[in-house]
C-alpha cells in the first residue's frame, strides 16, 4: 500500500523567512505533484515532477523530486502572506494519486 | 476553457435521506475521481473511473456509497441513508489517463 507522509503538518513562519516542506512516499512511483488549497477552495495544481533530480521553480516556490530517496521537498523563499495556504503533495498508484495529509502554512506579517 | 464543474456547491440535508452528487469533467478527460475532504483533513480517495467503468471501488467507506459514470463523461455520487459522518466536501477531478488531476470546486455536504 502506497502511503505518503508530509512534515510539518502546521507550519506557521514570518514574512521573509525561507522553509522547505517534506514530502515522504513509500513505495516506487514515477511522478509527484504538489498542490495547493486555500481555505474553502478546491485544489490547484503547483508542480509535475516526473523524474529523479527534477526541479521546478514558480515565484517563490521551488519543488524537487529524489526517486531514490522517495523523497520530493518544496522550498519556499522569502514569504509572503499570499502563499498562506495548505500545500498537499501527491503520488501516483496503480489507480491514482494517494494524497498526503497536506501542511497547513500560515505566514505571518 | 472549462474545467471540472461540480453540483451542487452546497448540500443540506437530514439523516437518513438520499443525496446525488454531480461531476461533469474536462471534456476528453478519461479518468475521473471522487474524493471527500472532512474539515481540516486531508483527502480520502473514494473511487476512481477509467472510461465508464470502476476498477477501483475500494475507497467507498460503505455499501451506501455508489457511483456510476455514463457515456464517459458526467458522473454521479450516490449516498444512501445519509449519517452525519458523510458530512464532508466532496471532490471530484479528472485526468486524461492516469496523469495530472484536475479538481473541480467540490459540494460541501451537511447532514443534519
Known amino acids: 500500500e502506497l502511503k505518503v507522509e508530509q512534515n510539518p503538518l502546521f507550519l506557521s513562519m514570518q514574512e521573509e523567512k525561507n522553509y522547505t516542506i517534506y514530502c515522504n512516499y513509500s513505495?516506487?512511483?514515477?511522478?509527484l505533484y504538489w498542490y495547493r488549497q486555500d481555505p474553502g477552495k478546491s485544489l490547484e495544481s503547483l508542480f509535475v515532477?516526473?523524474?529523479?533530480?527534477a526541479v521546478k521553480q514558480e515565484g517563490r516556490l521551488m519543488a524537487s523530486l529524489d526517486t531514490k530517496a522517495r523523497l520530493s521537498t518544496l522550498h519556499i523563499t522569502a514569504a509572503v502572506h499570499d502563499l498562506s495556504a495548505t500545500y498537499f503533495c501527491a503520488v501516483t498508484g496503480a489507480d491514482g494519486l494517494t494524497f498526503g495529509k497536506g501542511t497547513h502554512l500560515i505566514i505571518q506579517p | 476553457g472549462a474545467g471540472v464543474s461540480q453540483s451542487p456547491s452546497n448540500k443540506v440535508t437530514e439523516k437518513g435521506k438520499d443525496v446525488e452528487l454531480r461531476c461533469d469533467p474536462i471534456?476528453?478527460?478519461?479518468?475521473l475521481y471522487w474524493y471527500r475532504q472532512s474539515l481540516g483533513q486531508g483527502l480520502e480517495f473514494l473511487i476512481y473511473f477509467q472510461g465508464n467503468s470502476a476498477p477501483d471501488k475500494s475507497g467507498l467507506p460503505s455499501d451506501r456509497f455508489s457511483a456510476e459514470r455514463t457515456g464517459g463523461s458526467v458522473s454521479t455520487l450516490t449516498i444512501q441513508r445519509t449519517q452525519q459522518e458523510d458530512s464532508a466536501v466532496y471532490l471530484c477531478?479528472?485526468?486524461?489517463?492516469?496523469?495530472?488531476?484536475?479538481f473541480g470546486p467540490g459540494t460541501r455536504l451537511t447532514v443534519l
Open positions: 477531478a479528472s485526468s486524461y489517463r492516469v496523469g495530472e488531476q484536475f
Open positions: 515532477l516526473l523524474s529523479n533530480g
Open positions: 471534456s476528453g478527460h478519461t479518468a
Open positions: 513505495t516506487t512511483s514515477d511522478r
